[in-house]
């Protein structure tokens, strides 16, 4: 094994300890959580490791860049499932479409309608998650708390299968409170999946019901500084990039 392959492997092993652990503090099994391996700006050679260390979902932020690095990737690895966990242009539904397995980040009407007619031209169905703007900040995307039952009306209206819920909390707040309150909008809506936790609150969100989880910085290391949020700016550099 190379150095790089020895790495990947202990950060995984050791990512998937704490998951275990955070979740037996609930009584619930590891095996309930996805583990979703955010690999936004990495390259091929450093995702490589992480598949053949076992780590079989990752996640993607942007369209474009996805289509750069995946499609070769998963010829050699067609067992790997791809997720999208950041904004989604309406213009890029049927791209989206064509690549991903799921995708995190439906939040609203505009959004739904042209991934519904994507869908309907692939003649396939994607699962989503609707994004919530939990802590209702301007400079993040997300559908607003009061509007999330009439989109998940619409989006079953369209055959669209919903799998849950995602959301990330104000970077500068405790996100304990935020994970409640999406854990019971979920409940309510009777959505079976959370999509929320990060490398820095991924054991809190686990035992407030997270069966989805997206970390990059803790098996990839930390991002280029090019690739971190700018200070007063939220979670991320772009408007409704999640941080991992």
């Not at 869908?119 to 400079?139: L, S, T």
Request: proline residues 6%; glycine residues 8%; charged residues 20%.
């Amino acid at each position: 094994m190379t150095t790089d392959s020895i790495e990947a492997a202990a950060r995984l092993s050791a990512l998937r300890t704490s998951i275990d652990r955070a979740a037996s503090l609930t009584g619930r099994s590891a095996d309930d959580i996805s583990l979703i391996a955010v690999s936004k700006t990495k390259g091929a050679d450093a995702i490589r490791p992480l598949i053949d260390a076992g780590q079989r979902i990752f996640g993607e932020n942007r369209v474009q860049e996805s289509q750069d690095k995946w499609p070769a990737l998963r010829e050699e690895y067609p067992d790997v499932a791809l997720h999208l966990v950041g904004q989604l242009q309406s213009n890029k539904a049927a791209d989206a479409i064509a690549l991903f397995d799921v995708i995190h980040s439906l939040d609203r009407p505009s959004l739904l309608n042209a991934l519904a007619k994507a869908m309907d031209a692939a003649g396939k169905r994607i699962p989503c998650h609707i994004q919530v703007n939990i802590g209702a900040e301007a400079q993040k995307g997300g559908c607003a708390i009061a509007d999330v039952p009439a989109l998940i009306a619409a989006a079953r209206d369209a055959d669209i299968s919903l799998l849950g819920l995602m959301a990330v909390p104000p970077s500068t707040q405790e996100p304990a409170p935020y994970f409640a309150l999406l854990a019971k909008m979920a409940r309510e809506e009777g959505l079976p999946r959370l999509s929320m936790g990060m490398s820095s609150d991924y054991q809190t969100a686990i035992m407030l019901g997270a069966t989805d989880i997206r970390v990059g910085t803790a098996l990839f290391g930390e991002r280029p500084a090019a690739a971190r949020p700018v200070p007063g700016s939220g979670r991320g550099m772009i408007r409704n990039s999640p941080a991992t």
